[in-house]
């Protein structure tokens, strides 16, 4: 194939991948290229790496060369600017972004977690002096149920073994701590009133059967348990219910600016803290499924591995970040 065979038969691809970078290179036409065509591009550019490696082994004209030359270049620098972009933007994220959003909302925070470690607590002690409590709050066939699941002697307790049933509760626990999050947080939309009833709604129910495992004596099985997913998933619907407060709030209180700004202003400061808790409810239905239910590791060990993630959630949120603030 000579020289101009070759050229037409890549021009369209060379061009394509040209305007691509230009696009790239700018604001406002960056935004309007699709999903789509990004998915494209990767295959696009390893195809020119190789037309460049072929002008340059047949020995076609320098000036190909160079255009190829600079289309492979520009085009290395523009995927490399995009993904370290990423990088940036959530290690930003994980390292100045969100811990600074919870210390912000702090009395948020401190509210939401009076509110719901304040319920737990009680209704964990009350069972122990009243154990028809659970049966008020969690009705006999769900005591069944949780008496069934961490039974020491039920010989099911945990999964060692079984990578599929692990990926499959790793699923569930996603799906339904999000939709409990979400719930908590859209609460908020009914002046906080919502996120109000979802927060002491599941601290009387965590509560219960908690405080009902432990006064039946199964103790061994459900501090173990919980212990360490319970740092980011509890910790994840204080969060949820905090961002839930402050949206109603700015209804309820929108100071100086006009309420439907106020309520636009604390929305987009409520997505910071959603987008934490969403990684922090991944983080948590992964420790459930691959640690927390695992049988042959000691509670013992459980306990120690808990005791530290619950230090580690409490210092980020108020050590991380401090630096970067004004």
Same mark, same amino acid.
């Given at each position: 194939?000579?020289?101009?065979?070759?050229? +037409?038969?890549?021009?369209?691809?060379?061009?394509?991948?040209?305007?691509?970078?230009?696009?790239?290179?700018?604001?406002?036409?960056?935004?309007?290229?699709? @999903?789509?065509?990004?998915?494209?591009?990767?295959?696009?550019?390893?195809?020119?790496?190789?037309?460049?490696?072929?002008?340059?082994?047949?020995?076609? /004209?320098?000036?190909?060369?160079?255009?190829? $030359?600079?289309?492979?270049?520009?085009?290395?620098?523009?995927? *490399?600017?995009?993904? @370290?972009?990423?990088?940036?933007?959530?290690?930003?994220?994980?390292?100045?972004?969100?811990?600074?959003?919870?210390?912000?909302?702090?009395?948020?925070?401190?509210?939401?977690?009076?509110?719901? *470690?304040?319920?737990?607590?009680?209704?964990?002690?009350?069972?122990?002096?009243?154990?028809?409590?659970?049966?008020?709050?969690? %009705?006999?066939?769900?005591?069944?149920?949780?008496?069934?699941?961490?039974?020491?002697?039920?010989?099911?307790? %945990?999964?060692?073994?079984? /990578?599929?049933?692990?990926?499959?509760?790793?699923?569930?626990?996603?799906?339904? $701590?999000?939709?409990?999050?979400?719930?908590?947080?859209?609460?908020?939309?009914?002046?906080?009133?919502?996120?109000?009833?979802?927060?002491?709604?599941?601290?009387?129910?965590?509560?219960?059967?908690?405080?009902?495992?432990?006064?039946?004596?199964? /103790?061994?099985?459900?501090?173990?348990?919980?212990?360490?997913?319970? /740092?980011?998933?509890?910790?994840?619907?204080?969060?949820?219910?905090? @961002?839930?407060?402050?949206?109603? *709030?700015?209804?309820?209180?929108?100071?100086?600016?006009?309420?439907?700004?106020?309520?636009?202003? @604390?929305?987009?400061?409520?997505?910071?803290?959603?987008?934490?808790?969403?990684?922090?409810?991944?983080?948590?239905?992964?420790?459930?499924? *691959?640690?927390? +239910?695992? +049988?042959?590791?000691?509670?013992?060990?459980?306990?120690?591995?808990?005791?530290?993630?619950?230090?580690?959630?409490?210092?980020?949120?108020?050590?991380?970040?401090?630096?970067?603030?004004?």
């Amino acid at each position: 194939m000579n020289q101009h065979q070759f050229e +037409s038969l890549h021009e369209e691809t060379w061009q394509k991948f040209g305007h691509w970078i230009d696009s790239m290179q700018s604001a406002s036409t960056r935004k309007k290229i699709s @999903a789509k065509e990004i998915q494209n591009i990767p295959p696009l550019f390893r195809k020119i790496c190789h037309h460049l490696a072929m002008a340059k082994l047949r020995m076609y /004209s320098p000036y190909l060369i160079s255009r190829l $030359n600079r289309l492979v270049l520009d085009g290395h620098s523009v995927l *490399y600017r995009s993904r @370290a972009g990423i990088v940036s933007k959530l290690s930003h994220f994980l390292l100045v972004g969100f811990p600074q959003a919870i210390r912000r909302d702090k009395m948020y925070v401190l509210l939401s977690s009076l509110i719901f *470690y304040g319920i737990f607590v009680a209704v964990v002690v009350a069972i122990q002096v009243w154990p028809d409590f659970a049966v008020t709050v969690l %009705g006999p066939k769900q005591i069944y149920a949780v008496e069934n699941m961490y039974n020491p002697n039920s010989g099911h307790f %945990g999964r060692s073994d079984n /990578s599929s049933t692990q990926f499959q509760m790793f699923a569930h626990y996603i799906f339904n $701590n999000i939709s409990i999050s979400f719930r908590i947080f859209a609460g908020g939309l009914l002046l906080g009133v919502g996120t109000l009833f979802y927060l002491v709604f599941n601290g009387l129910v965590i509560g219960a059967v908690v405080g009902h495992l432990a006064k039946i004596g199964f /103790s061994v099985t459900i501090f173990p348990f919980i212990i360490g997913h319970g /740092s980011f998933e509890l910790t994840a619907f204080v969060l949820a219910a905090a @961002a839930g407060f402050k949206l109603g *709030y700015s209804y309820i209180n929108p100071g100086r600016i006009a309420r439907i700004d106020a309520i636009k202003k @604390a929305g987009g400061e409520c997505a910071v803290i959603l987008w934490g808790v969403f990684l922090m409810l991944v983080i948590a239905a992964f420790i459930e499924a *691959y640690w927390s +239910s695992l +049988s042959v590791i000691s509670a013992t060990v459980k306990y120690i591995v808990g005791a530290g993630l619950w230090f580690a959630v409490i210092a980020y949120f108020i050590w991380v970040g401090r630096r970067h603030e004004v």
